[in-house]
């Protein structure tokens, strides 16, 4: 789901155009040289991260909303809505925010090389190939459950793939708001699911679509801070 951006890559790029400015005269102002062209390029680099985190977050707190909407806990349907309504739409958003990080990761990140490139193609790779696995092993149990366990097993699976490919995300560029995420989602997919079915999906909307939601606004606050010359 919500991929990660490589916030370190920022810092290590600084780029000063020598034909275009005269040579500093002093130290004090090369090095405001410096972090102006480090800033400059910080807001090349570094995307918005509320293109990263909230259509993720929107899209888990309408679908699996409408998911605790049509199917909560007991027989009575809280909203009449088609069966079919709530996987469809949760589906549309999540593709529609999965194209979103695509476009920005590939606008922000398409002319970097090296290491840093290498690291987003396989945890791309990871997620893909993660997720495929694991609705194929899905798919072929949740047919012999009843209707409320096998909507369980697949949304707390997928939840919880979602919280440990963001942990393993921060880990490997050291990203603080990731990792904290993955947590985040990890511990609100175990309450859910022992909450069980029907409250499973109502624990996901609020606490993780919201979760979501909050922790793009707080990124986006630390990218501006450090973004300032």
Request: proline residues 6%; glycine residues 12%.
């Given at each position: ?146 209707h409320d366990l096998a909507a369980l097993l697949w949304s707390a699976t997928a939840v919880g793939l979602t919280g440990a490919l963001h942990m393993a995300g921060g880990a490997v560029w050291l990203d603080q ?53």
């Amino acid at each position: 789901m919500t991929g990660s951006p490589d916030s370190t890559l920022f810092r290590k790029v600084v780029c000063v155009d020598l034909d275009d400015d005269s040579p500093p005269t002093d130290a004090a102002a090369a090095l405001r040289l410096i972090r102006d062209q480090r800033s400059a390029t910080a807001r090349r680099l570094d995307p918005d991260a509320r293109l990263l985190y909230w259509p993720w977050g929107v899209a888990w707190l309408v679908g699996f909303g409408l998911f605790f909407l049509r199917f909560p806990p007991g027989d009575q349907a809280l909203a009449h809505l088609p069966g079919w309504l709530p996987l469809t739409v949760l589906f549309v958003l999540l593709a529609a925010a999965g194209a979103t990080q695509a476009v920005v990761s590939v606008r922000a990140y398409g002319q970097v090389t090296g290491d840093s490139a290498r690291r987003g193609q396989w945890y791309g790779y990871a997620w893909a190939l993660g997720s495929v696995s694991v609705y194929a092993g899905l798919g072929r149990i949740s047919e012999h459950l009843p209707h409320d366990l096998a909507a369980l097993l697949w949304s707390a699976t997928a939840v919880g793939l979602t919280g440990a490919l963001h942990m393993a995300g921060g880990a490997v560029w050291l990203d603080q708001d990731l990792f904290r995420l993955g947590v985040w989602i990890s511990v609100i997919n175990l309450i859910g699911a022992i909450a069980g079915p029907g409250w499973h999906p109502l624990v996901v909307a609020v606490a993780g679509g919201g979760g979501m939601l909050v922790a793009g606004a707080l990124a986006r606050r630390r990218q501006r801070q450090r973004q300032q010359p």
